[in-house]
């Protein structure tokens, strides 16, 4: 048979071939179980970590604000009537005194020629009954009328120097009621608002005009009604400007409103600013950090707690990337955090999730974005 394959020139290439395949198989067998087989994968485990003071404040401790004086004035005017005339627009720049805007005075012009009238005409009565009082008060000094009727002229002196009394009142209230349809700024300052405009009915104490007053300038925030537990006055805040790059500034709260806005349902609170950077300038656009009255407390996740044999612990990273344990004294808890009283220092790295599965001085992998828990 093996005569025939080699005498037969198709059996002999059929053969050849089978061969070929035969040592390819077995070279792949060899070279796959020779022992080069590539070593399996570090098993690192990857974990969440938290920075003791490198995050500057929660998300909800941070407040946009505004620049504004500590001083404002809502200007109105105490009499009724309809503007005829408005002189300033926001931002113009006011002294005490100045007429910022005027209702038409027709109405109370009347009132004033009125109490005049009243003026002149008390005034009259009184000299008449002032000259009959000293007429009869001869007549009874000589004898020609007796004490009742003398008693009676002086009795209608009195009431006409009472009339004139009242009616020179009435007199100084209605100019004064004229004066009034001049609405004049009461400090030196900035216009900030303008509500009332030509044209308009404006009703007695309706604040139109606002006035922001030379001198201190500070920060308004607002905080929700479910925040405003957490802030009190006195707070230390840290205030940054969105036009003003690299430019810091300290403050604390000065005032929180007693009474939440109708639409809004916010409180507004006063940033008090200590040296008050030049360059920040009204109506500017703020950024307020709050610290918090106990800015030296560190909380941390209640997961974050390692706790062996009633002693608590957390889990660290050092620079080289490895877990060790650390004793810790906890404080008092809020919620899913507790606050860490001793064991801590401000640059440690604290383990937060995946904590369970770790050995001492254990190789571990830092959660970065985008990586998947």
């Not at 404040?57 to 105490?78: H, I, K, M, T, W």
């Not at 009132?111 to 003026?119: D, F, T």
Request: with cysteine; net charge negative; hydrophobic share 45%.
């Amino acid at each position: 048979m093996l005569q025939n394959i080699l005498t037969d020139p198709r059996k002999k290439k059929l053969a050849a071939a089978l061969a070929a395949a035969v040592i390819v198989a077995g070279g792949w067998y060899c070279y796959s179980h020779s022992g080069n087989d590539t070593a399996p994968a570090k098993n690192i485990p990857l974990v969440r970590i938290l920075t003791i003071g490198a995050s500057t404040a929660a998300s909800d401790s941070v407040y946009p604000g505004e620049v504004r004086g500590r001083y404002e004035s809502n200007l109105a005017f105490q009499v009724a009537g309809k503007i005829n005339a408005r002189y300033v627009d926001i931002g113009d720049t006011v002294h005490a005194g100045q007429v910022l805007m005027t209702i038409d005075p027709k109405d109370v012009l009347q009132a004033v020629e009125n109490s005049n009238a009243q003026l002149a005409s008390a005034a009259a009565n009184q000299k008449l009954a002032a000259d009959n009082a000293a007429r009869y008060a001869k007549l009874y000094a000589s004898g020609a009328v007796s004490q009742a009727v003398l008693d009676q002229y002086n009795n209608q002196l009195e009431a006409a120097n009472a009339v004139l009394r009242q009616a020179q009142a009435q007199v100084n209230t209605s100019a004064n009621q004229l004066e009034y349809t001049n609405l004049r700024s009461d400090a030196d300052g900035v216009v900030a608002n303008i509500t009332g405009e030509v044209g308009q009915i404006a009703a007695a104490g309706s604040p139109l005009v606002t006035v922001i007053q030379n001198g201190e300038r500070e920060i308004q925030i607002v905080v929700p009604e479910n925040k405003l537990s957490s802030v009190t006055v006195g707070e230390k805040a840290q205030v940054t400007f969105w036009a003003l790059e690299n430019l810091q500034a300290e403050g604390r709260i000065r005032e929180i409103s007693p009474i939440a806005d109708q639409v809004t349902k916010t409180y507004k609170v006063r940033v008090a600013v200590d040296n008050f950077p030049a360059e920040a300038q009204l109506g500017m656009t703020a950024k307020v950090i709050l610290a918090g009255t106990a800015d030296e407390a560190i909380m941390l996740p209640i997961g974050a707690i390692y706790q062996i044999t009633g002693q608590p612990q957390v889990w660290l990273v050092g620079d080289d990337n490895r877990a060790r344990l650390a004793a810790i004294t906890l404080g008092t808890y809020s919620g899913n955090e507790v606050t860490v009283t001793a064991g801590l220092k401000k640059g440690d790295r604290v383990i937060t999730a995946g904590i369970n599965k770790l050995t001492e001085n254990q190789e571990v992998r830092i959660l970065e974005s985008g990586d998947q828990p």
